[in-house]
């Protein structure tokens, strides 16, 4: 995550301190956030799903004894936040127990939703297990969601989530994806979040995962991907007091920090400093994602990767056998990354990190190839 308002502005939040402070730390000694696919069954049918879920009882998945298991050992190796996900979260009928558990032990629980589920009830229930935040799914505005949720009414269902959250003291972001088919619609969408007083926003490239490895076509152009940046920049740099952040696509950091230099802005230097403090991509090394199974990978997005079982082996153990070369090379990549994004290549691979790896990925078939979606020129990139 790329924290624009964060940089950009100087304001402060949370998710911050996880970013930005302290000082640098080596790749093998930090701690991830963990993205938790608690279960793959959803109530809706979304085009980009990374889970590829659907309505329908998944068997094998995580048992209560090994979820609470897992918990305390998150907690135990200092995993700073556990991100609930899915499929649906809200779909499993231990939600809220788990949530509570894992604040009690000492984690910063989360919650990732498509929101239609969100009545008032679940909203106090939210509240009173202790869900630090919310994220709810929105792509576009009315019909446009409504396409790419695979369901028709999912836009008001998601709206009246945001109302139910915001009305209990749920604290509560916007989540998108950009693609050809919404990009047009982001004016729209910050005007909606300054309507219903939405505080958190955040902007997600795509991810060819799951559903989304079969929407390249639909995936904006280098062009529209900058216009996008700009356009989130300029909505952000209007209001400090909201947060807004971009999401999965790194060469966001450098197209910022060039323009704050080309603007001569006073918070240029520390800008460079702070990018380079959070080191870019950190799949395999500050976020790690735990499947339905159990399986542990290195991001929600690369399941084809799978280090252990955490039914089987403390996720602690997992995370730190770097006799696995998959995660050892993530977590130290510089030496395997080909192509534009080596840092023989690329001027900015210190604020990078060589970007998505799942998307270089599934293009390629080879996880050190450049990722495609890197929107920076070759004069912008060269060293």
């Known amino acids: 995550m790329i924290g624009i308002t964060k940089l950009l502005c100087g304001t402060r939040h949370w998710g911050d301190r996880i ?12 701690r991830p956030v963990v993205v938790w696919t608690m279960t793959r069954r959803c109530n809706l049918r979304c085009i980009h799903c990374y889970s590829d879920s659907r309505d329908q009882m998944y068997p094998g998945e995580l048992d209560d004894a090994a979820a609470r298991r897992m ?8 995993c700073p936040v556990l991100l609930f996900s899915g499929g649906e979260p809200l779909m499993h009928p231990r939600l809220f127990d788990y949530i509570a558990l894992a604040k009690s032990s000492g984690l910063r629980p989360v919650v990732s939703t498509n929101g ?46 945001f109302h139910a959250c915001l009305k209990h003291g749920q604290k509560v972001g916007l989540r998108l994806t950009l693609t050809k088919r919404n990009v047009a619609d982001l004016p729209k969408i910050f005007d909606l979040i300054e309507r219903e007083g939405i505080n958190r926003a955040c902007f997600y490239h795509l991810a060819y995962a799951g559903r989304g490895a079969r929407l390249r076509d639909v995936d904006v152009t280098h062009a529209e991907s900058r216009a996008a940046v700009e356009l989130i920049i300029e909505r952000a740099r209007a209001n400090p ?21 080309t603007e001569q802005h006073p918070r240029a230097d520390e800008v460079y400093r702070l990018l380079r403090h959070n080191g870019g991509n950190q799949s395999g090394i500050a976020i790690a994602s735990v499947d339905n199974l159990g399986h542990v990978h290195a991001d929600q997005f690369l399941w084809d990767f799978a280090f252990g079982n955490v039914a089987e082996r403390p996720f602690g153990e997992i995370w730190s056998d770097t006799s696995q070369k998959i995660l050892a090379g993530l977590k130290d990549r510089g030496p395997l990354i080909k192509g534009r994004c080596a840092p023989s290549s690329c001027r900015w691979f210190d604020i990078c990190n060589a970007n998505l790896r799942a998307r270089a990925y599934a293009v390629t078939g080879d996880l050190w190839q450049s990722d495609p979606a890197c929107y920076l020129t070759d004069d912008e990139i060269a060293p």
């Not at 970013?19 to 930090?30: F, I, M, S, T, V």
Request: no cysteine; proline share 3%; aromatic share 6%.
């Open 19 to 30: 970013r930005y402070d302290g000082a640098p730390r080596d790749p093998l000694e930090r």
């Open 71 to 78: 918990i305390a050992d998150l907690a135990a190796f200092g």
């Open 116 to 161: 239609t589920l969100i009545t008032h009830d679940v909203a106090k229930r939210l509240v009173e297990s202790g869900a630090a935040y919310v994220g709810i799914s929105l792509d576009g505005i009315e019909a446009v969601n409504d396409r790419f949720r695979g369901v028709k009414g999912a836009f008001k269902q998601a709206l009246d989530g």
């Open 241 to 261: 007091d909201r947060e807004v952040l971009t999401v999965d696509n790194h060469a966001d950091a450098p197209f910022l920090l060039m323009k704050m230099r």
